[in-house]
């Protein structure tokens, strides 16, 4: 089309970058499938921002996007999440921010630092830090924006396995979830 006869096209997206858990993405892969050139200008990132103005290590991260929503996907990811030791970045609609955070409590631990990054790069911008069983109880009235939570990674393992883990993983595989 158009691009491989040389004009210059622009994807511009209301949900971020395209490679940050945005719907652009699939653009860019099919232009790359196809050969031709991308040239990226950086704009505003809720997820790297959040994680940059976040106060947790940032060396290692995971961008998670959304979680599964309910289900035995859900009890999975969340026990990968328990033991993964990378910073964890997660986007999650106001409404659910409270279930979230109880059920990232209960899984990695009430004690877990994060942050709760709302409306970034917007007028509004706000964090919210604590650990994640005051930040459950905060976001009982669920806040108004977009949101990004910014979660501590698990500290190394010493050897000893974490039996709620292994539990919801064992349950999880044998209700047909996948690894």
Do not use: C, Y
């Amino acid at each position: 089309g158009r691009i491989a006869a040389g004009a210059v096209v622009a994807l511009v997206s209301d949900a971020g970058m395209p490679a940050v858990s945005d719907p652009g993405e699939r653009v860019v892969s099919r232009v790359v499938e196809e050969g031709l050139p991308v040239e990226v200008v950086p704009g505003p990132s809720a997820p790297v921002a959040a994680l940059a103005a976040s106060g947790l290590p940032t060396q290692r991260w995971s961008m998670e996007g959304f979680l599964p929503r309910k289900g035995s996907g859900r009890s999975s990811r969340l026990a990968e999440l328990a033991v993964e030791e990378r910073t964890m970045v997660v986007l999650e609609s106001p409404h659910r921010l409270a279930a979230t955070l109880s059920d990232l409590a209960e899984m990695l631990g009430a004690d877990r630092r994060a942050v709760v990054a709302r409306e970034m790069t917007k007028l509004h911008e706000e964090f919210v830090r604590g650990n994640l069983a005051e930040l459950a109880v905060w976001a009982a009235e669920p806040p108004r924006g977009e949101v990004v939570l910014v979660v501590e990674g698990a500290p190394p393992p010493d050897g000893a396995a974490d039996d709620r883990v292994l539990a919801v993983l064992g349950e999880s595989l044998a209700a047909g979830a996948s690894t």
